[in-house]
């Protein structure tokens, strides 16, 4: 370990301590340890969300996605771009109109039955555990990487800051981390893309075409690693639509005060995405060009140290140590949020709601809130320590494509169609993310013929993400468990019902408020 990595580090971890130590005195409720208050700003909560969205996943693996497979890696950029329109036109403003802490808490203000929170709060523990893996993963390699202490200790030690942020700090705390983390990535990946940029003479023609000179023209065409077009396509929708489904971002619109924040927070966050998205290009391409295949996979089969190694290249051990501890602040900030999350579904939907039909004092909810923070730490770090090998975009890609399958149907189906009951949204969760583990079990980032996976063996789904049919199936689902199930009886009460969340979606004030 050198004087100038341990500098680094230390900087972010003191720095993130002392959010956390003043965080600490303002939590002192449970609407200040889930939400921070619903004080944050528009631009505030737009840097949040995109600490949040801008995961080691956007900054480890798809850097090492086009380093190693070219355009196909680039897939992951624009979806998750795009995927904030879903979320600015159709989501952002319903959520925080509706919703409370969780997406239970939505979905409950119409359907108010606890079968509904359970299966929303075990989409939400099954989400958040995939993130977590694909964060610490990346924790590990990069850690192990910069210092050479073994992976088990590396991901150790993530797993303790993280919970530390959350326990003492709760969402205000979480939030301030994901605000410094967003503006150090952002001036990281753009002091990179720059470095590389002045290397091809600041020419994108030049950048392009030395690319296909020295490595074909496969490179900057689809196809590389997506060769179905169905796979490809199945990719995108994952990506896109599932950022509307993921449970940590749609959290963060119950901490802003109405719903003109929440609006203004994703165009914030649309546009942060949008820089970074475009420079990821640059850095895949400069480490595919300067630091080379061989050296890539030696370091990591998966890719995920793409981009510091080509920090090294071009700057040496001090640009390598800055864009680590940069890259180590990415997955601190989104695991702490990832925690937050999971507690949120442990202590509030399961523990305080369901267990106790929400009769805990605020004290009572803090240390539940707690207790499931912890929990919801030590399950990911465990699975963690199995995961070394795999590529961390696959794991985040896998865990959109069940937000797109169990959540998102789920969520339209309860803002906009009147005659969605209860049964029906039991039925889209429960088909969205059943589909999502058995297709995905079945697929080639599991099985493969050639040992790349976890098992050895022929896949029985060639669809690296299965969204194609689970978003449909889920979709169908809802309906035909909405339709197979009306009774005549409850039309009228759901009719109501729907009447008064639809004015509350989109104006944020109860019916029954208005004709008080």
């Known amino acids: 370990m050198n004087l100038v990595s341990a500098g680094f580090f230390l900087g972010i971890v003191g720095l993130t301590l002392i959010v956390t130590y003043i965080a600490a005195k303002r939590t002192s409720s449970a609407t200040d340890f889930y939400t921070a208050g619903g004080g944050l700003k528009g631009w505030q909560n737009g840097f949040a969300i995109a600490g949040d969205y801008l995961s080691a996943a956007a900054f480890l693996g798809v850097s090492g996605a086009i380093a190693l497979t070219g355009f196909d890696g680039f897939f992951f950029s624009v979806g998750y771009v795009v995927a904030n329109l879903v979320l600015l036109y159709m989501i952002a403003e319903p959520m925080r109109n509706l919703g409370r802490f969780t997406l239970a808490d939505m979905l409950t203000a119409r359907f108010n039955e606890k079968r509904i929170r359970g299966v929303a709060a075990t989409g939400t523990i099954i989400i958040v555990i995939l993130y977590m893996i694909a964060q610490l993963v990346g924790a590990g390699a990069l850690i192990k990487l910069l210092f050479g ?17 959350v326990l003492f700090g709760g969402m205000t705390a979480t939030s301030w981390v994901q605000i410094i983390k967003a503006g150090l990535l952002l001036f990281g990946t753009f002091l990179l893309a720059i470095l590389v940029f002045k290397q091809f003479n600041f020419n994108l023609l030049t950048m392009f075409s030395t690319i296909s000179e020295n490595y074909g023209d496969e490179y900057l065409v689809p196809g590389m690693k997506y060769s179905s077009s169905i796979d490809s396509v199945s990719m995108m929708m994952a990506l896109v639509l599932g950022t509307s489904g993921l449970p940590h971002i749609l959290m963060r619109f119950f901490t802003v005060k109405d719903a003109k924040t929440a609006r203004s927070s994703i165009s914030w966050t649309t546009w942060i995405t949008a820089i ?18 061989d050296a890539i996979i030696a370091e990591n089969a998966a890719g995920n140290t793409a981009a510091p190694l080509l920090a090294e290249f071009l700057g040496g051990n001090v640009l390598l140590s800055f864009i680590c501890a940069v890259a180590f602040a990415t997955i601190l900030a989104v695991v702490s949020g990832l925690v937050l999350t999971g507690a949120s579904a442990i202590s509030h939907d399961i523990y305080g709601e369901i267990l106790n039909d929400g009769k805990l004092t605020e004290k009572q909810q803090v240390l539940a809130a707690r207790i499931g923070s912890i929990s919801i730490a030590i399950v990911s770090i465990i699975l963690a320590l199995f995961a070394q090998n795999l590529n961390v975009s696959f794991l985040v890609s896998f865990a959109f494509c069940i ?71 889920s979709f169908l689902a809802g309906y035909l468990g909405s339709v197979l199930t009306a009774h005549k009886v409850e039309k009228a009460e759901a009719e109501r019902v729907y009447q008064e969340i639809r004015v509350k979606a989109h104006t944020g004030v109860s019916v029954q408020d208005v004709s008080h």
């Open 403 to 473: 937000g797109a399958s169990a959540n998102l149907p789920v969520i339209l189906y309860t803002i906009y169609w009147k005659k969605f009951n209860s049964n029906g949204a039991v039925a889209a969760m429960v088909t969205g993310l059943v589909s999502c583990l058995v297709l995905g079990a079945m697929g080639p980032n599991i099985w493969s013929p050639t040992g790349n996976a976890i098992f050895v063996g022929d896949p029985l789904v060639n669809l690296s993400v299965p969204a194609i049919i689970t978003i449909p199936l």
């Open 149 to 165: 202490i073994d992976y088990w200790v590396a991901v150790l030690i993530v797993g303790v800051m993280m919970t530390t942020y």
């Open 276 to 293: 970074f998205f475009s420079l990821t290009i640059f850095l895949g391409f400069g480490a595919m060009h300067f630091v080379g295949f």
